[in-house]
């Protein structure tokens, strides 16, 4: 019989079901199951809707059932960074507040009165976002402080998910990174800075690493699901699952895992937590296999997603690359990292202001518009490869973009061009394919990570973009 292995990959705009399986030595993939996914206000608040997203995964499971299609495992990949409190009946304290959220601003001062900025990026290595997990908590003891005091349990997204599905409570490795509060010596919570900000130490669970059996369903996920199936942990935080199923080897490529965010870095086998790293804002965030993420945020095609919306979805991404190639000529430029960018109420508008601000020709089409924003990502990249180069002291040869961004044939073009290195763009599943190696990591039909890469690179195309 065939060995399938679902991948539930949960992004910030929609998730979905994904079954893997080798066929001849090949992995194949079939997207199943599709839902919608987004922030809702709540109570003022911007929030994820877990419950609702909860059902989808059992939708997709059912979904399995229905095709006769049972993975012998399963794995949950979402976002990082965000988080809920269960109380001591492991109910969630209060809102699942999202990361585009405000609450968070002016939590990091009150962070440094405890531990100054650079003392927090030499002990963790996690580069400064203030919607980080570290900052979301303070927000929480300030302005909820019942709630850090009633905390029996602090679970990341997947891992709430995965304790749904199994009654079985762990932080996963990948994500918990992200929350600003691991060491990277020691590749579990630093406990010493949990406390001295005044966090509930007893809600933290036991750090798990991608390739950890989380356990089976639960009674009545398996009555509702119509089967049994084993919950495996795959790098749970969805940029470590992307560059796990990078198609290289070697240690001359970069990476670009490209969706709404775009991370651009390199793999490392030590953390660096140096003042110039610190400087230029890179992060060491965890990967599979206790690798380091060595990568910088970029705000990636959050950009453009929001264009195509604020355009009434009349344009395809592939038709705005078009209207953008079109429009190349057109030279204003904005930095695509600017906190105007985050969550604006109308990114049209946000850009037109910053264009003002800066005294450069405001964008007058959708294609003006979109080679504004290409232009930009790419030349945020280029900007990104000299600081790895500067920081590493190596020059690297050549970039694989991964992820749905991969398909931006017009971006992958400007990349090269900007960036001076050969690009490789594919898979564009990088994400739930990463998931799915996790998984037959555990199971043995990989015997190790290169093993998988290989694997990877003869299964899917990938497309060169020359300089």
């Known amino acids: 019989m065939q060995k399938y292995y679902l991948a ?55 979904k399995c059932k229905e095709m006769g299609k049972i993975p012998s495992s399963m794995g949950i990949d979402t976002w990082g960074v965000d988080f809920v409190l269960l109380d001591a009946n492991d109910r969630i304290l209060g809102n699942t507040v999202g990361y585009r959220d405000r609450r ?58 995965n304790y749904l599905l199994t009654g079985v409570k762990r932080n996963e490795y990948t994500n918990a990174t992200t929350t600003q509060l691991v060491s990277p010596v020691t590749k579990d ?53 992307a560059v796990l199923s990078v198609p290289a080897n070697d240690d001359n490529y970069l990476y670009i895992s490209s969706g709404t965010w775009s991370l651009m870095g390199i793999e490392r086998q030590e ?48 038709e705005l690359c078009e209207l953008a190639k079109k429009a190349g000529d057109f030279n204003s430029r904005v930095d695509v990292n600017a906190d105007c960018f985050l969550a604006p109420d109308n990114m049209t508008e946000a850009i037109n202001k910053y264009c003002r601000d800066t005294n450069q020709k405001e964008p007058a089409t959708a294609g003006e518009l979109a080679a504004c924003i290409y232009n930009s990502l790419a030349m945020s990249y280029a900007d990104t490869v000299k600081e790895i180069e500067m ?41 739930a394919i990463g998931n799915i190696l996790a998984q037959m990591l555990k199971a043995g039909e990989y015997k190790s990570v290169e093993e998988a890469r290989n694997g990877v690179f003869q299964s899917f195309s990938v497309k060169k973009f020359g300089r």
């Not at 669970?205 to 950890?212: A, E, F, G, N, V």
């Not at 003042?275 to 230029?280: D, F, G, I, L, R």
Request: net charge negative; glycine share 10%; charged share 25%.
């Open 8 to 62: 539930v990959d949960i992004g910030a705009s929609s998730g979905r079901h994904i079954l893997g399986c080798l066929e001849n030595g090949r992995i194949t993939l079939e997207e199943i199951y599709r839902f919608e996914n987004g922030m809702v206000k709540k109570d003022g608040y911007f929030c994820w809707e877990l419950d609702r997203l909860f059902q989808e995964i059992k939708n997709g499971l059912k």
């Open 391 to 431: 920081i590493t002291g190596k020059t690297y040869s050549r970039i694989h973009i991964v992820g749905g961004g991969s398909n931006a044939d017009y971006l992958n073009e400007l990349t090269a061009k900007y960036t001076e290195k050969d690009v490789y763009a594919g898979p564009t599943e990088a994400t």
């Open 189 to 241: 919570w630093d406990m010493e800075l949990i406390e001295s900000l005044g966090y509930n130490k007893k809600m933290f669970q036991k750090i798990s690493l991608p390739k950890t059996v989380v356990g089976n369903f639960t009674a009545p996920v398996r009555e509702e699901a119509g089967f049994d199936c084993e919950v495996v942990l795959p790098a749970t935080h969805d940029t470590g699952s």
């Open 271 to 318: 953390a660096d937590c140096s003042k110039e790293s610190k400087a230029a804002n890179f992060t060491n965030e965890g990967g599979y296999d206790y690798r380091f993420r060595y990568l910088k945020n970029i705000m990636g095609l959050w950009m453009i997603q929001s264009l195509r919306h604020e355009l009434k979805d009349a344009y395809s991404f592939a």
């Open 104 to 161: 968070t601003n002016g939590m990091d001062e009150r962070v440094y009165k405890e531990i100054s900025e650079e003392a927090l990026y030499g002990r963790t290595g996690i580069q400064k976002q203030i919607f980080n997990t570290i900052y979301q908590l303070m927000a929480v003891k300030t302005r909820n402080p019942g709630h850090m005091e009633a905390a029996q349990s602090f679970l990341m997204i997947p891992d709430y998910f």
